[in-house]
T-cell receptor, first 114, second 111 residues
Framework: EAQVTQNPRYLITVTGKKLTVTCSQNMNHEYMSWYRQDPGLGLRQIYYSMNVEVTDKGDVPEGYKVSRKEKRNFPLILESPSPNQTSLYFC?????????????FGSGTQLSVL | SQQGEEDPQALSIQEGENATMNCSYKTSINNLQWYRQNSGRGLVHLILIRSNEREKHSGRLRVTLDTSKKSSSLLITASRAADTASYFCATAPGGSYIPTFGRGTSLIVHP
């Protein structure tokens, strides 16, 4: 089954404790992206990647890191989480070229930073 | 930066009625997409309309695009309680396929 898999689904952590949210897709998609969703603000893009070893900042990249060492995986890293990073996070992917723009989303990761 | 903005922010209707929500955007686009999100879950793609198209249908969904007014509308006909969700438009600026999302319209369909 074609899907984007995010883990974990829920995560509670404390300020400053490094964490990684994993994202994997099995559709051989080139384009992958991370979003955060906050009430009243919609989805805001954190980072995106057009292919292996190619990543770019989105609208709200501060406090986040990503890597794209393999085509299928695009982990989101919070080196020193802070309470303002409490949010619902989504990973998404697409084939990544004009004509194939449809995004497939993961189920989300609800992160709470205390 | 958010390119598209949905209107209204919230919509409450009775089952069987039609639901219309609108999306306005700022710059020229390659395409406009509509997504649906059930509470707290991942977004699901509904329909994509390209800048050279004016109308598309998919089941009970009808999407229109007016590039002169930089706006789109999503019509859900004969709404059902199961249509209760948030609906987002996503626009890809001209020359790009990277979409940006609006804040969404929250639709409640009462049985």
């Amino acid at each position: 089954e074609a899907q984007v898999t995010q883990n974990p689904r829920y995560l509670i952590t404390v300020t400053g404790k490094k964490l990684t949210v994993t994202c994997s897709q099995n559709m051989n998609h080139e384009y992958m992206s991370w979003y955060r969703q906050d009430p009243g603000l919609g989805l805001r893009q954190i980072y995106y990647s057009m292919n292996v070893e190619v990543t770019d900042k989105g609208d709200v990249p501060e406090g986040y890191k990503v890597s794209r060492k393999e085509k299928r995986n695009f982990p989101l890293i919070l080196e020193s989480p802070s309470p303002n990073q409490t949010s619902l996070y989504f990973c998404a992917s697409s084939l990544g070229h004009l004509g194939s723009e449809k995004l497939f989303f993961g189920s989300g990761t609800q992160l709470s930073v205390l | 930066s958010q390119q598209g903005e949905e209107d209204p922010q919230a919509l409450s209707i009775q089952e069987g009625e039609n639901a219309t929500m609108n999306c306005s955007y700022k710059t020229s686009i390659n395409n406009l997409q509509w997504y649906r999100q059930n509470s707290g879950r991942g977004l699901v793609h509904l329909i994509l309309i390209r800048s050279n198209e004016r109308e598309k249908h998919s089941g009970r969904l009808r999407v229109t695009l007016d590039t002169s007014k930089k706006s789109s509308s999503l019509l859900i006909t004969a709404s059902r309680a199961a249509d209760t969700a948030s609906y987002f438009c996503a626009t890809a600026p001209g020359g790009s396929y990277i979409p940006t999302f609006g804040r969404g319209t929250s639709l409640i369909v009462h049985p």
